[in-house]
């Protein structure tokens, strides 16, 4: 079996201390989801795809919310009241 360096125990320290940081974060049904994962990097896919969909339903989601965001006119003489109604 190969000696660990220096460099691998601290990469194997901080991939520790940021999985422990997800698993305290997640609730229990994220939590079940993730807890087999050996990575941080992996366990932070599973609720990021969850909540945040894939690339193509981001920019979905981004396009949309700029469009309604484009659209937002305030008609002559309407009060910001009027225009939320």
Known sequence: MDKLTTDDKKKL???AKA?????CALGQDEFARV???KSAKEAWKFPEATHEGDKDTKATKIALGTSEYENIKMKAG????????
């Open 13 to 15: 320290s901080l991939n």
């Open 19 to 23: 999985l422990n940081v997800l698993f």
């Open 35 to 37: 807890s087999s994962c």
């Open 78 to 85: 309407e009060s910001v009241q009027d225009m939320n109604k």
